[in-house]
């Protein structure tokens, strides 16, 4: 390891541009995960289901892929949304919507008020009301993340892993540099 | 460079990309009409019984408001919508009617099941099945034909999947509105929906970008009732209709002077 470090500061030009392609593809990776936000119109576009309680449809594990172009949401859509104040994605299917009565303020304009959602997971037997942050008894538009428009099983299954096993991701990179010093001999 | 770290990382790669290729060639097979559909999905639905009664939304709660209890025969045939990518089929019945003024409309779910796709022999349900079976399905099923369906689907009547059949089915959820009035409301309809959800890819409603292609339905059988009114609220006088748009600030006092000047 010493030889390497010393063949490192022999030539700085090369070592940067080591670091140079590192910090490049971490960034390009970056860049790629944003813009998909941004086509999205979501702040997280791609979402791993973690819950049961959409089975049998998602699985724990089942990739989603999110769009939230779209001006209205129907009932049917399935839709994440986070509570509000909290900071947990959950992924429900809307099963009202309500259109309110626009109020109309002091000038006498009104202002179009974003229709009221409800949602409730396939496996659930009781609706999402109890989720909702106090006082709340439907969602706005403003407070959905995206609307679920395409999916791969089980891909996501490693990240939940992660999260889960904190240990595993320590074993991981010890794992990892166990080989990396193996390589070099 | 050839080393068994190489060699894995090597084949690990090949094998992701060719599953992602299978995955993605996968999800746009099933959304393009190749061979075309040879027949359409349809339904017919009509409301059977309506109540408009008085409820609390649980147990607990301070406030009553008046909740729709719709029941409803459904006749539908929605098997060309199970193709070889489909895992499951969600139907859903809504009631919808129109907001006090505009013609936007309140939707509401009020029946809605579950249909999976028939499990295919080699598939991971009948795999596990035959290979590590439940033993509290071995002790029930020891006198039955052992069934190689290893989902039970929650519509009641299916000959084949997608063959629904109800008759005065009572409604799985009662409806209410935020305003908390249901009584008297006028012009509303039930409307079959479906969302097929795919094994690999997009998913895909009846109302939805791909779902004219996917399965439109057919010419008089599109799964929307006539109109209906919701009656007044059970046990109610019949003259005590209530303000449908809630409680709203008064208007201010005009005054008209007497004379023009």
């Known amino acids: 390891m010493l030889a390497d470090l010393k063949s490192a500061l022999a030539s700085p030009r090369q070592s940067l541009q080591q670091v140079l392609n590192f910090a490049l593809v971490l960034s390009t990776a970056f860049m790629l995960w944003k813009s998909l936000s941004v086509i999205s119109n979501s702040p997280s576009p791609i979402v791993v289901v973690l819950s049961g309680s959409m089975e049998p449809a998602f699985q724990r594990g089942d990739l989603l892929f999110l769009w939230n172009r779209d001006a209205g949401t129907e009932v049917g859509e399935i839709v994440v949304y986070n509570v509000k104040g909290k900071d947990i994605p959950i992924v429900h299917r809307v099963v009202r919507k309500h259109v309110t009565v626009p109020v109309r303020d002091e000038s006498g304009s009104t202002t179009p008020s974003s229709p009221k959602l409800l949602t409730k997971g396939d496996n659930n037997v009781a609706d999402d009301t109890e989720l909702y942050a106090k006082g709340q008894s439907y969602l706005d538009q403003e407070d959905l993340i995206g609307s679920v428009r395409g999916y791969i099983p089980a891909v996501g299954y490693v990240t939940i892993m992660l999260s889960e096993h904190p240990w595993m991701k320590t074993a991981m990179l010890g794992i990892m540099g166990v080989m990396v010093i193996l390589q070099r001999e | ?261």
């Open chain 2, 1 to 261: 460079m050839h080393s068994s770290l190489n060699r894995l990382q090597t084949t690990f790669g090949f094998f992701s990309t060719c599953a992602f290729t299978l995955a993605g060639i996968i999800a746009v097979l099933s959304l393009i009409p190749i061979p075309t559909p040879t027949s359409q999905p349809s339904a017919v639905i009509k409301p059977r019984e309506v109540q408009v009664v008085k409820g609390r939304p649980h147990y607990y709660s301070a406030k009553r408001e008046e909740y729709a209890h719709i029941r409803f025969d459904l006749d539908a045939d929605l098997s060309p919508l199970f193709t070889w990518n489909t895992k499951q089929l969600f139907v859903y019945v809504t009631a919808n009617y129109p907001a006090q003024k505009g013609n936007d409309q309140s939707e509401s779910v009020i029946w809605d099941s579950i249909i999976p796709a028939t499990a295919t022999p080699w598939s991971w349900q009948s795999l596990k099945s035959t290979y590590f079976p439940d033993k509290k399905s071995l002790r029930v099923s020891k006198n039955k034909n052992k069934n190689k369906r290893g989902v039970e689907s929650t519509t009641t009547a299916l000959s084949k999947p997608g063959k629904i059949n109800l008759k005065n089915q009572k409604p799985k959820y009662q409806i209410t509105d935020p305003s908390g009035i249901m009584a008297q409301r006028q012009n509303v309809t039930l409307q079959v929906s479906w969302n097929v959800q795919p094994w690999v890819g997009a998913l895909v409603w009846d109302n939805g970008y791909f779902g004219g292609r996917v399965g439109s339905w057919k010419n008089g059988r599109t799964g929307r009732s006539k109109s209906f009114d919701l009656p007044a609220l059970k046990g109610s006088k019949p003259e005590a209709v209530k303000d449908p748009e809630g409680p709203r600030t008064p208007k201010a006092a005009e005054g008209k002077p007497i004379t023009d000047i």
